[in-house]
């Protein structure tokens, strides 16, 4: 067991977060874990794109970057702050800001969805027209963004492999292991 306990909110209420690069099924993988714990569910993404009124594509061409990496801290931070007992998906990059991932590994329990490179690589074609971070980045340097993640993504209280499971799997294992280390704590 390697949930470790920074602060004093009970595990059974902590939110559970999902990090891990592009197209891991964070989203899908998080609904299906959210209807299992009865939780509620929410992806960062989504909860930006509503409160700034625009889609992430939109925000990355009109504002740039850094602004959509400022919404995302402001956005994550204040949910780990104020939130309890909920599913939440993170949008891949939001991980790299040390301020979110601070506030995540203290008052979340953090999963990281791992894929391979290989089993990315076949996922590349229906992701890249949504994501502004593949676009104008060669095959190489979009493994490089892969593995350089990948590093960061170590820092986390679980880790599930994601490659050759399905999200309905992949949720119920989790599930499992969640149960477990409440019934530990209690
Ligand atoms: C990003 C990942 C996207 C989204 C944005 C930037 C990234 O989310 O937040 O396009 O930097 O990896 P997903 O991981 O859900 O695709």
Redesign the pocket.
Known sequence: MILIMNNNIPLNQKNIILIG???AG??TIGQLLAEKLGRDFLDA?QEIERKHGMP?TEIFKSMGEPAFRQMEKDYIVELCRESREKVVSL????FMQDEIRSACLDNGIVYHLDLTWESWKERFEDLIDT???LQSRSLEEIEELFNSRKRIYTDNHRTVAVDTLTPEQIATIMVEQIRASWENEA
Do not use: A, E, L, Q
Request: hydrophobic content about 30%; aromatic content about 8%; proline content about 7%.
């Open positions: 690069f592009m197209g964070k989203t993404d992430v949008g891949g990059g939001s994501r502004p971070i």
